[in-house]
T-cell receptor, first 111, second 112 residues
Framework: DVKVTQSSRYLVKRTGEKVFLECVQD?????MFWYRQDPGLGLRLIYF???????EKGDIPEGYSVSREKKERFSLILESASTNQTSMYLC??????????FGPGTRLTVL | DQQVKQNSPSLSVQEGRISILNCDYT??????FLWYKKYPAEGPTFLIS?????DKNEDGRFTVFLNKSAKHLSLHIVPSQPGDSAVYFC???????????FGDGTTLTVKP
């Protein structure tokens, strides 16, 4: 069975903190993605990666960075969390040009 | 510039009736379209897809129709069931792209 796991389901951080969100997939997929979901705004792509150590900016990369040192793991980093980064964060993976498999999401609250 | 649009934020239908969810796109390079379903507190899951070489794809109660000239696709659910109540996302991509562009989602409520 396909599995994408995210390190936390719920996270509360303070403004200015550095935040790490981790995503692991066990399907040997080449592609991995980070999205945020906000009411009325759908799924917006933050960053994606086609291969280890490769990354590309999505639609809203500002305030975020990513790391992919191993094929199965894709990390999203908020260098200095702000209240407008309070959101649901979704990780996904896919084989090349195929459907995406999503993790359960991390609801991040920045106070 | 939103390339994939779902103009109806919400839809309510009676159990047993047909649900029709709509999606419009603007990018002519898109040639593969997908629908995902999302329950609260869960990640989206793939539902059904269609390639631009087809105009219809059916999987059980779910059928997706594609009208390339109008740049429009729709998802039909027949008959609708209360368990279909969820947010439905339309997504589109071009052949050589690994990433998809998502719409804003439509919240479907199926009333018993």
């Amino acid at each position: 069975d396909v599995k994408v796991t995210q390190s936390s389901r719920y996270l509360v951080k303070r403004t200015g903190e550095k935040v790490f969100l981790e995503c692991v997939q066990d399907m040997d997929h080449e592609n991995m993605f980070w999205y945020r979901q906000d009411p009325g705004l759908g799924l917006r792509l933050i960053y994606f990666s086609y291969d280890v150590k490769m990354k590309e900016k999505g639609d809203i990369p500002e305030g975020y960075s990513v790391s992919r040192e191993k094929k199965e793991r894709f990390s999203l980093i908020l260098e200095s969390a702000s209240t407008n980064q309070t959101s649901m964060y979704l990780c996904a993976s896919s084989p090349r040009r195929d459907t995406q498999y999503f993790g359960p999401g991390t609801r991040l609250t920045v106070l | 510039d939103q390339q994939v649009k779902q103009n109806s934020p919400s839809l309510s239908v009676q159990e047993g009736r047909i649900s029709i969810l709509n999606c419009d796109y603007t990018n002519s390079m898109f040639d593969y379209f997908l629908w995902y379903k999302k329950y609260p507190a869960e990640g989206p899951t793939f539902l059904i897809s269609i390639s631009s070489i087809k105009d219809k794809n059916e999987d059980g109660r779910f059928t997706v129709f594609l009208n390339k000239s109008a740049k429009h696709l729709s998802l039909h659910i027949v008959p609708s069931q209360p368990g279909d109540s969820a947010v439905y996302f339309c997504a589109a991509r071009s052949t050589n792209a690994g990433k998809s562009t998502f719409g804003d989602g439509t919240t479907l409520t199926v009333k018993p």
